[in-house]
Every structure is written in structure tokens, then in C-alpha cells.
């Protein structure tokens, strides 16, 4: 997840089906939540500290540690007309993280309440979960311009998470858009992606509210 700012408008944006918009409007709070968190307001702004927005990749590291691991086992176990191998973010937080020589496994960036592990059961949450995050990543397309202009920070030097797909944003959001609207057929599965999208939000909230907490200057 990059933070859940608002959407840049793609070129030849398809209207926002029915599910979507559901979507949209059922996690309204927690996006709005969210994007006013005291690590991510202002991130976008001149006078963004750099040292906050190593302690939000560190939190983003141990999110997407516990998401994408969830992913991962539940497609193992199924065949699925959605692959997620080349949207794959830890290893971007990782190549970030390197260039700062922050080890977010060292005792000092540990999360002090260690997060429960996520278990998807259905396609739905699934569902749920991508809609959170890759929808966030077209909010990285507009922090990724601030941060290279405020902070010096681009792809290959700090900020390879929040550049993301890059020029290829707009076909990967298609894509994840098509196999929302083609699995969330029935009312089950629609509500059990809202319940999902909704857990997701919550997670990274607590996330950074335990960096946030932990990271207070003296």
C-alpha cells in the first residue's frame, strides 16, 4: 500500500462499475482515516522529513510482509485468471530500505505489538485485499513526483515503492478492475471483499500507529 490519497484520473478510464463503487463507498472512513494518519499527512508537502518517511517504509515493509505472504498461499491453492507475481511490492521496500542501509528486521524496527497473521479464506477477501492495495499504488504515481522533487528521491535511489508500475500504471489498474467486476457476482462474495478491504485499511492504520508511537521524538 502507498497511502490511499486521492486517485489520479487515467486516461481512458473506463466509469466505475456498480461492485467498485461499492467498494469505494463502503471503505470511504477508513481511506479518508487513513490518509490523514500524522506519518502520512503532509507527504506530499516541501517539509516532509525524510526520517518519517523511512519509518513509513519500514511500516509498509512489515505490511506488505504479512499481505503479500497471505496472497501468495492463497493462490498457491487455487488456478485464478489474475496472477500477482509482477506486482509484487516487498522487494521494491527492500530496495529502498538498502539505500538507507535500514535492516527492518533489527530489533530497533520491529513492530512493538507484532501484527496477527491475515488468512484469506475466499476469493472474496482476495478481492477485498487487492482493491486495497492496488488501488493505493495510483496514489504512489502522484507521491513519487513530490518525493523526487522535495526529496531528491526517485526509482533507483529511495523511492522504487512509491514509483510503482510507472508508466504501466494505468493497464495494471485495468486489469485489477476487470477481475473485480468479474468475481464480485454475488452478494456473499461483495460483502466478503468490503469486510477484507476493510481489515486491510485497518491493519496499516495500526501499523503506523505503532511507528508513529514508537518513533516520538524525545
Known amino acids: 500500500m502507498t497511502t490511499p490519497l486521492d486517485r489520479p484520473v487515467l486516461n481512458n478510464q473506463a466509469p466505475i462499475s456498480a461492485v467498485r463503487q461499492f467498494l469505494r463507498d463502503s471503505t470511504h472512513g477508513e481511506h479518508v482515516r487513513l490518509n490523514k494518519h500524522p506519518m502520512l499527512s503532509g507527504i506530499t508537502r516541501p517539509d516532509y522529513s525524510l526520517d518519517r518517511y523511512q519509518l513509513v517504509l519500514v511500516a509498509y515493509y512489515h505490511f506488505y510482509k504479512i499481505i503479500e505472504g497471505a496472497i501468495s498461499q492463497f493462490l498457491a491453492t487455487r488456478m485464478l485468471p489474475f496472477s500477482y507475481d509482477r506486482r509484487r511490492k ?22 512493538r505489538s507484532p501484527s496477527t497473521a491475515v488468512e484469506l479464506r475466499d476469493i472474496g477477501q ?20 513530490h ?4 526529496l531528491g528521491l526517485t526509482a533507483t535511489q529511495g523511492a522504487r515503492f512509491f514509483h510503482g508500475y510507472g ?3 494505468a493497464s495494471y489498474w485495468q486489469q485489477t478492475e476487470a477481475f473485480i467486476d ?16 476493510k481489515t486491510t485499511f485497518s ?13 516520538q521524538p524525545v
Not at 527492500?94 to 520491529?110: H, N, R, T
Request: glycine share 6%; proline share 5%; net charge negative.
Open 90 to 111: 516487498l522487494q521494491w521496500i527492500e530496495d529502498d530500505l538498502m539505500q538507507f542501509g535500514i535492516d527492518p528486521e533489527a530489533p530497533a524496527f520491529l513492530p
Open 182 to 197: 468479474a468475481t464480485l457476482t454475488h452478494d456473499e462474495i461483495r460483502d466478503s471483499a468490503m469486510s477484507s478491504a
Open 126 to 145: 482476495l478481492v477485498g485485499v487487492l482493491y486495497t492495495i492496488e488501488g493505493s499504488s495510483l496514489g504512489g504515481q502522484v507521491i513519487s513526483r
Open 147 to 150: 518525493l523526487e522533487a522535495h
Open 203 to 215: 491493519l496499516m492504520e495500526s501499523l503506523l500507529d505503532d511507528y508513529h508511537l514508537a518513533h
Open 167 to 169: 508508466p504501466d500504471i
